[in-house]
């Protein structure tokens, strides 16, 4: 009898330290991703004698000050090419990756399903860029042109907390900031511009901006709730 409970007792242990190395791998996964995926896509322009403009966003009474998006809202006449490249929302852990990814108009989006549950992503009927993916299987991805500047929200059909946004911008002049809030603008044409912040919880911010060739420039903002 007593030899039962000890073979019992060794496997609930096993079994409890199997999902708990278990679980940990998909932590570790999912930093990875967040760590890995980019949440800027924009063409490469040549500009020459560029400045730059740096600085901080302070979101207020949200968790933290990531996830904004700082861009000029026009440079020039604001046409320039789609980007090539692609730009990635997974779903992992039944989570979107990134929150928000900003894109330049023209650009792709592909959207891996990298759980083991079905997804069906989907953009909201009133959204300007209205799509519904269907649902896919594990390991799948479908692709999403983003031809309009605007915000588009990110929803999935079969699980109603998952939630993100693509930020589709005009020009390739903006930035996503970190969790401390800091951003940088690369590559900016010499010019006087209107700096404005995006974020989806919060009232949105403008500076001018002065940028200077070869130098750089700072801009800070400070967000509070909409009201
Ligand atoms: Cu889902």
């Avoid at 932590?27 to 949440?39: F, H, M, P, Y």
């Avoid at 209205?130 to 692709?143: H, I, M, R, V, W």
């Avoid at 969790?179 to 209107?194: C, E, H, R």
């Amino acid at each position: 009898m007593k030899r039962t409970y000890l073979a019992v007792f060794a496997f609930v242990v096993v079994v409890l330290f199997t999902a708990n190395l278990k679980a940990e791998d998909q932590q570790e996964q999912l930093q990875a991703a967040i760590a890995g995926l980019k949440t800027e896509i924009r063409s490469d322009v040549t500009v020459e004698n560029p400045g730059t403009i740096t600085g901080t966003v302070k979101c207020r009474r949200v968790r933290h000050s990531g996830d904004a998006v700082v861009y000029i809202e026009k440079v020039g006449d604001n046409k320039y090419d789609a980007p090539v490249e692609h730009g990635v929302v997974d779903q992992m852990n039944l989570i979107f990756i990134p929150h928000v990814l900003a894109v330049q108009k023209g650009a792709t989006v592909d959207f891996p399903n990298s759980d083991e549950v079905r997804h069906n992503v989907f953009s909201p009927p009133d959204c300007c860029n209205q799509f519904n993916l269907g649902t896919y299987d594990a390991g799948a991805s479908k692709p999403v042109n983003f031809d309009k500047s605007c915000e588009v929200p990110l929803l999935c059909n079969v699980h109603a907390e998952m939630s993100a946004f693509v930020v589709v911008l005009d020009n390739p002049y903006f930035g996503v900031t970190a969790k401390d809030g800091s951003f940088t603008i690369n590559n900016v044409p010499p010019g006087t511009y209107k700096l404005k912040t995006w974020h989806e919880k919060l009232r949105s911010e403008e500076h001018e901006v002065k940028v200077e060739g070869g130098k750089t420039v700072e801009a800070d903002f400070e967000l509070k709730k909409r009201k």
